[in-house]
């Protein structure tokens, strides 16, 4: 059996603004039409023999991600999830994905994928994918190393050894992993020609990777076992488990001391979408080497990427910059700097803001919200209702709500009564009554609310029942 | 008598996304707490013997202007209002203001001050401006000269030549305009040291620039001379008549060519606010140069000016940029090539969006209003209304509207009815039903508007009374 682990935590930060807390660059749909998990997913579509399709994640991403992939229909039905207590660098999540693999079908091919690369020949990758798997069945750790098309700072190296089995098999031994190296050195690199891009995708046994952890990192190793003896897990246990495991990755914990490595190198149009920077590999320039999308009007930029909204975004004569613009916050940064922007998200939280945790809209099971402004005392959003779907019957203690219904038509329980409100009509939900927003309709639903009162937070709310199985936060 | 004469026209473009085409720069308050058109009108504050105020500006800002200067009370209305029917630069705006002046005060002294000036020692501005009228008292068309600090080549230069009276006086004769020089010729200016800024403050006699304009600008001078022979002049003659005059400034157009024209040189703490650059210069700035305004998060930028509003503006490693961040519109430049903004206002213009003309929050005569959201079929507005005004009484024929008070109380009128709505109360006027919003009370009246309807644009409105005189345009 081979089975597909898609790595899906993070912290929503090296993409902010478009990422955030809630909202990490995996849902981000910034290369193409489609977001980077689900493109990540579509990857294996049509690999041969049929793989299965897990999702490791953290607690607080899990409902998002499920929801998430709604789109994907019936193929979302059989992706599974694995949820971590918290995020703790990929060992661990790679770690506990062995354990309840092999648990199910012990003995079986892993190959694992971060959610925030892009690969633009699918045909390839399959091809190299399958050359992986052989290797994998020998019992080796399985990379691609990516050839590399300039002396790139971002990303770590391989260094290729000798042939493994026949030459024009095209798979090496690894002799070294080398470091983001310094611009010297990544030239050096190309200059010696069997130096490529460290992928960060493997293919391996489930055995051999437990047993690799097993070698180089025994606290973890100590923690998988009792999670492997136990049938079920409880979360709390688990949780236990987890807080004592030291966050670290697989590449510096495990694949790097190993010697059981191999790798194949690639070309698959592989980019590793690290920051805002990234965009530039797989997104088409214009003739001055800039990005523009969205509301953006340029003078003269160079190098340059500005993602806009809907608001107009205006730049001139910049060089080696990224302009990122959303409703509640806007980046502007240089190329060179941006990887500090995950300081910006530090000053966020520490100031007790929510710019770096959610979005001014946010999705819902039901739907979305979108807070167009808070002041004191009030708060409006805009509220839209998928059909058939209903909100928590609820109540709030601290304030009332005025409903105007701008398209479709809302079913609205307040108290005892059951009543609908079609368009241009507007209702009322007084303090402490309880109440139930429902698309009865086949189109969506769009009302504005006004909520006044003395206290407009997200966590006056109490649910008395809720099709979402969810009790505390809306 | 001495009339001093504010120059108040512009387009609301050097200063984008702050300033728009309904809302220039002088009423904007970039430096300090005061706007610049309030801060130019009390600088002559306690100057002696008293002097009276006028303003010339163009007939699409004279309403909003003049509600602009409400909070000056009492001071306000004593100023005079010459409207302009278009702007046509200052030659023709300043022969209109001597003829009209001349008529009801023959032969008296006039200052004329540009309304987008700072100047921070208005003491010792007093101080020459009694040196400049006695020269104007003489015949002279009197200017000053600001004594230069850098090498500047934003400005205009004005060289010295001999003195004029006792060389104690500090009063000169000048020997030539200079254009804005290029780095290499600023600094030959700087070093030569009789070379002055040129600050477009001019003090003469009426009858003496009107003669000047009669030498030079015999165009203009005989469109005047039709307007002062006229006792009331009406405002489609004047329209005609100015529609017929050269743009041009007066500096090119009569100045320049004159030769009894004196200099004082000066050192008040002047600046000319031309663009976003120049607040460098009156604004304090952080150790690394930087102007950080509003909710703004830097790191490592280097003289850079960071204008925010509410919204997170992060900044990482800029250096030599402008950005400004307004709730509709966002601009991003390099210093350098900033005056190319004058372009993104006309691009705006004529893809025939608003965010050159009009602000997100509109200024009226009974408070203001913002638009929080336009979508498809609906519109959101916040209200403010100050306490005892009144909107006109009026009748959409697209849409209706729902009002949800969210402080304060409002009156409403709605057909035939007349009745409160309170706080955390609503209410609803259907398409095409008379309504009025009055704010009875004493504290601002906050609504919430919801449009509903197939046509949600503000020319939807037919007025059928009006405290403030607008038949056509809320």
Redesign the interface.
């Known amino acids: 059996m081979i089975h597909a682990v898609i790595l899906a935590g993070g912290k929503g930060t090296r993409f902010w ?1 478009l990422s955030r807390e809630t909202w990490p660059k995996q849902m981000l749909n910034i290369i193409g039409e489609d977001t980077l998990l689900r493109q990540t997913i579509k990857r294996i579509d049509g690999f041969h023999p049929p793989v299965n399709i897990w999702i490791v994640t953290t607690k607080n991403l899990i409902q998002d991600i499920g929801f998430h992939l709604k789109p994907l229909g019936k193929e979302a039905e059989r992706i599974r999830f694995i949820t971590e207590p918290a995020g703790k660098n990929t060992a661990p999540a790679i770690g506990l994905a062995a354990v309840i693999i092999n648990k199910i079908s012990p003995d079986s091919i892993m190959i694992v994928l971060p959610s925030d690369h892009a690969i633009k020949d699918r045909g390839q990758f399959h091809e190299k994918l399958k050359q992986a798997i052989k290797g994998a069945e020998q019992g080796f750790l399985v990379t691609f190393g990516i050839k590399p098309n300039r002396p790139e700072t971002a990303y770590g190296y391989i260094q290729c050894g000798a042939s493994y089995g026949k030459s024009s098999d095209g798979i090496f031994h690894v002799k070294r992993f080398l470091e983001k190296p310094d611009a010297e050195k990544a030239k050096a690199f190309i200059r010696e020609g069997n130096f490529f891009w460290n992928s960060g995708i493997f293919v391996w046994k489930t055995t051999k990777i437990l047993e690799a952890i097993e070698t180089h990192l025994s606290g973890l190793s100590r923690g998988l076992k009792k999670i492997s003896v136990r049938k079920d897990l409880e979360y709390d246990i688990l949780s236990e488990i987890y807080s004592s495991f030291e966050s670290i990755s697989i590449d510096h914990g495990v694949i790097e001391k190993s010697r059981d490595v191999l790798v194949i190198p690639s070309d698959f149009g592989w980019c590793d979408l690290g920051n805002w920077t990234a965009l530039s590999d797989v997104l088409e320039r214009d003739e001055r080497g800039n990005i523009l999308q969205g509301n953006s ?1 340029d ?2 930029s160079e190098n340059c990427t500005v993602i806009a909204s809907d ?9 080696d ?1 990224v ?1 990122v ?1 959303t ?8 190329k ?3 990887q ?2 995950k ?2 998200v530090e ?2 939280k520490k100031n007790n ?1 929510e ?1 770096h945790l959610v979005h001014r809209t946010v999705e819902r099971p039901w739907g979305s919200y979108t807070v ?2 808070k ?1 004191s ?2 708060k ?1 959003k ?1 509220i839209v209702v998928h059909p058939k779907a209903k909100l928590s019957l609820q109540i709030h203690h601290h304030r ?1 709500e ?1 409903w ?1 219904v ?2 479709g038509t809302a079913r609205v329980t307040r108290g005892e009564e059951v009543f609908d409100v079609h ?2 009509e ?1 209702t ?1 939900i007084p303090i402490s009554v309880k109440h139930r927003l429902e698309n009865p309709g086949l189109i969506p639903l ?1 009302i ?1 609310e ?1 909520q ?1 009162g003395n206290y407009v937070e997200e966590d006056d709310i109490e649910r008395l029942e809720d099709n979402y199985q969810r009790m505390k936060k809306e």
Chains 1, 2 share one sequence.
Not at 311 to 319: M, N, Y
Not at 327 to 334: C, N, R
Request: charged letters at 25%; glycine letters at 6%; zero cysteines.
């Open positions: 603004p009007i003078i003269g608001r107009v975004v205006a730049t001139i004569g910049l060089k910059m302009v613009d409703p509640d916050a806007t980046l502007v940064s240089s060179e700097k941006v500090e922007v300081k910006i000053t966020l803001r710019e167009l402004e002041g005392r009030y409006i805009r009332s005025h105007v701008v398209s368009a241009n507007s009322f769009q504005i006004v006044n």
